[in-house]
Each structure stands twice: as structure tokens, then as C-alpha cells.
């Protein structure tokens, strides 16, 4: 048999969070009754003119600089005609032949090493209307009505377009979320996936291993989820090996993938570029970026995850790098280990014990935490667990919690484990058959009679020695 190898492509679309819409002064965001964030100039009145939000160019050139994007000398508006109820210009605002920026990669560093993915091209549009399906799904399937919000027609989007140069769904996972991230850090988008801030098409074909050739490809329209996207790319290649490896042929379509159904229903065929009748927007300029402002973008961008997860990975393994970063913790870390705390227990501490406190890691002060990560194995559990707890409370000091020591005194533990050894002779007789994992269970009994407050290093050391005899 064959071996296959998928050919993945994504269109991603992020929503930016500027004040005002794209092409008018009307808000951008989320709160307002349906339909009350609305003008002339959004709503398609006639004779209503645009007017482009300058920040928003902005915010599109910084993704393009962290892409590592040309950034364009002169960009082009387009109008991109078709006819849908969210879009009452019956054409969209978009970038066609001369978008803002050009070219690119996003590194997604993986356990396996770094694997750059090709940026096509990223570009600025409006977005359209928000269509409400009437239905208990919420789907367009199977719903009696349709409502239209107006609020969102003419906010800005940025499309980005990667080329195929991904192979696995794992890769589309981790590079979605990624990219998540760095538009999140960026400060240019919420990047929220359950508030459509965030949406993406998933293009899929398949090849044999080793063929440079592109195949017809299908598209996964308007994913909304990491997982469900995995789990359609996952599908979508199956269905298409089975088909080639049946004497058939792939046909270019539209599916909707919806994950508690196991059809991917075809939406439509696919459009090609011709019909949408692209031409010059004839009521905006050529946009211009001034080399200063494209200077100044540069300088706001700081040291991104995948750099981050590369730098990290240096110190710690590729997992704990990927945990802390992707975490949001990796900071607290580096400020915790600047301040003198062990590399990997940190990242222990942090990845496990802190991050089920629930406590904001940008409150917390490494300093702090770097005492208590240090004094960890003298201090009581209990007293340790409480302090992380603390960790995000105004002027928050380690002292008291240091104060409180484990007990190590021998003296005190050995009666509490002599009594332990004696009252589970079965299990004393299973651990010195051979069953040494049985030493947790003791520890574990140890630590609940003394409410926490033994020393785990002792109780280890005299429990080998009481059961090894
Ligand atoms: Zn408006």
C-alpha cells in the first residue's frame, strides 16, 4: 500500500481590537444590543464613504514584522463582490493583488525540532455581518430562521495565509495555537475562538510520500476549535487516501465539518478568484507606510513564544519549555530561576502545584517565589501549598510560611511510622516481595497522620530503612 502524505494549508482570520470599526467611527466590540453599533457608512447607505482606520493598518504591519512579512510600499484596497445577507454592500473591502504585507514564517518549534511554516501573505479586510441561525444547534442545518447582526459588518479582520507546508494535524494544532498567542502578545486581537474573534479554513489534500506534487484539495470552512480542526484534518485525509487508493478522484469542494456528526456535509464548491470581480476600491487611496512608522511597529515587538519555547528549551527540556510558555508562565520562571531558584523545580512548582491555585502569574513576585521554591523540601506541604495560594495577594511575603518547618526529628516519626509498618503487615510483606512502588502508599499514610507536616525526605529515608529489614 501507498504511503500518503497530507498537504495542509490554513487561512486564518483575527479579528483586531481597535476602538472604532474598520471604515467608520461606529464601536468595535462586543456588548451592545444587536444592531446598535451601526452607521451610514457600515449599514451601505448610499453615498456613504469610507474612510480607513489608521490603527488598524498598524496593527496588520506588526503581525507582518513578527511574521517576518515584506512590508508593502504601497498595499490596495479591493472590493471583493458577492452577494450574502451579512453583507449589505454586496461586496467586501479586502486586500487582493497588493496586500500590506508579503511573505513570511512562523517557527513552530516541536519535541522533534523547529519546523518553519511559509506565510503567503497577510492581509486587512472588514469583516461582515454576524448571521444568527434560529435553531437549538445554532447551525445553519436544520434552523428555521436566520437574524442578522449588524454590529460586526465592518470590523477589522486580518487574513492570514499560510502555504502548505504542513503535514500533520498535530503541526496545524500547534501552529494554530501559536499563532494564537503571538497575535494575543501582540496586542492586536483577543484571538477568542467561542467569540469568533478567532476563525480559520483548513485546506487538506494528500500525496504520496515523497511527491512534491499538490493535489486537489478540499477546505474545512469556519473551524472554531484546535481539537475539532485536528479531528476534521484527521478525517478529511483518511477520506481522501480512500479514495485515491479506490481508483476515484478528489473533488475541489467546500465541507462543513461538524464534530458530533460524522458527515463533513459539502457546502458548496469552491470560488475561484475570478468571481468574485476584484477591482480597485475606487473610494480609498493606495495606503503608504511611512518607513518611520514601520521603525516604530518594529520596536513594540517583543521576544515572541516560539522564540521563547527556543530559548527555554536550552535550560529545561522542549515539554517543560512548551508547558511554561504556552502556560503564560514562562516569565514568573525566568524572574523566579533569575532569583535563584533551581531551573527545573521551578518549572515543576509552576507547571503542577501553582498552576491549580488558579493565581494570576503576572501578580506574583519571583523573588517570593523563588524563597519558597528554594525551601521547599523544609517546609511543611501544607504550609508550601498555602503559600502559593497567597501568591497573588497584595505585598505578599514568604517569611511566615518559611517559618514553618517540616518535621525532620526522627525522634517524632519513628513511633507514627512503627505504628504504620505495623497495622499493614500484608502490604509490608508485598513491598519486601518485591513491590517497592508500595513505598508511596507508606509515605502517603505518614504524611496524612502527621497533617502534612513531616519532613517527605526523612520519612522516605527511615521507611527504606524500617521495611528493608
Ligand atoms: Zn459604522
Not at 104 to 110: A, E, I, N, Q, S
Not at 163 to 174: F, G, M, T
Not at 320 to 334: M, P
Request: aromatic fraction near 6%.
Amino acid at each position: 500500500m501507498a504511503e500518503w502524505e497530507p498537504v495542509i494549508g490554513l487561512e486564518i482570520h483575527v479579528q483586531l481590537k481597535t476602538e472604532t470599526k474598520m471604515f467608520c467611527r461606529c464601536r468595535n466590540g462586543f456588548g451592545g444590543g444587536p444592531n446598535t453599533q451601526t452607521c451610514p457608512v457600515c449599514l451601505a447607505f448610499p453615498g456613504a464613504l469610507p474612510v480607513p482606520n489608521r490603527r488598524a493598518i498598524e496593527e496588520t504591519i506588526k503581525l507582518g514584522l513578527a511574521l517576518g512579512s515584506d512590508i508593502a510600499e504601497r498595499a490596495v484596497f479591493h472590493r471583493k463582490n458577492y452577494f450574502y445577507p451579512d453583507n449589505p454592500k454586496a461586496y467586501q473591502i479586502s486586500q487582493y493583488d497588493e496586500p500590506l504585507c508579503v511573505g513570511g514564517r512562523l517557527t513552530v518549534p516541536t519535541a522533534e525540532g523547529n519546523v518553519d511554516v511559509g506565510i503567503v501573505r497577510a492581509h486587512l479586510e472588514e469583516d461582515a455581518a454576524k448571521n444568527v441561525h434560529v435553531a437549538a444547534s445554532g447551525r445553519i442545518h436544520g434552523a428555521t430562521a436566520t437574524l442578522v447582526d449588524f454590529n460586526r459588518c465592518g470590523t477589522p479582520l486580518v487574513e492570514i495565509v499560510t502555504q502548505p507546508d504542513i503535514h500533520s494535524a498535530d503541526l496545524a494544532k500547534r501552529f494554530l495555537k501559536l499563532l494564537q498567542q503571538t497575535v494575543v502578545e501582540l496586542g492586536i486581537s483577543d484571538a477568542e475562538l467561542e467569540k469568533g474573534t478567532m476563525r480559520f479554513d483548513v485546506n487538506v489534500s494528500v500525496r504520496p510520500a515523497g511527491s512534491s506534487e499538490l493535489r486537489t484539495r478540499t477546505e474545512l470552512k469556519n473551524m472554531n476549535s484546535f481539537n475539532f480542526a485536528a479531528q476534521g484534518i484527521e478525517k478529511e485525509v483518511a477520506r481522501q487516501i480512500g479514495i485515491y487508493e479506490t481508483g476515484g478522484a478528489v473533488e475541489q469542494e467546500t465541507l462543513h465539518f461538524d464534530p458530533t456528526n460524522e458527515d463533513s456535509p459539502p457546502l458548496r464548491s469552491k470560488e475561484e478568484a475570478q468571481d468574485y470581480r476584484y477591482f480597485p476600491e475606487p473610494d480609498l487611496v493606495p495606503v503608504h507606510p511611512p518607513a518611520d512608522v514601520v521603525e516604530r511597529l518594529s520596536t513594540e515587538i517583543g521576544e515572541l513564544p516560539a522564540e521563547r519555547i527556543d530559548r527555554i528549551a536550552r535550560t529545561l527540556s522542549f515539554y517543560d519549555s512548551e508547558v511554561l510558555v504556552t502556560g503564560g508562565l514562562d516569565r514568573l520562571w525566568s524572574a523566579t530561576v533569575d532569583a535563584g531558584a533551581d531551573p527545573k523545580e521551578t518549572a515543576n512548582v509552576l507547571a503542577n502545584a501553582f498552576v491549580s491555585t488558579g493565581v494570576d502569574p503576572t501578580r506574583v513576585d519571583g523573588f517570593e517565589l523563588a524563597k519558597l521554591v528554594r525551601a521547599r523540601a523544609e517546609i511543611q506541604r501544607e504550609a508550601f501549598d498555602e503559600a502559593l495560594a497567597h501568591l497573588g495577594d497584595d505585598g505578599f511575603a514568604a517569611e511566615p510560611y518559611l517559618a514553618q518547618k517540616a518535621v525532620a526529628d526522627v525522634s517524632a516519626l519513628d513511633p507514627i511510622i512503627d505504628e504504620i509498618v505495623a497495622a499493614n503487615p500484608g502490604e509490608v510483606a508485598a513491598y519486601r516481595g518485591g513491590k517497592e512502588g508500595l513505598l508511596g502508599f507508606f509515605v502517603g499514610q505518614v504524611m496524612r497522620q502527621t497533617g502534612g507536616k513531616a519532613d517527605p525526605r526523612v520519612v522516605n529515608e527511615r521507611l527504606r530503612e524500617k521495611l528493608g529489614a
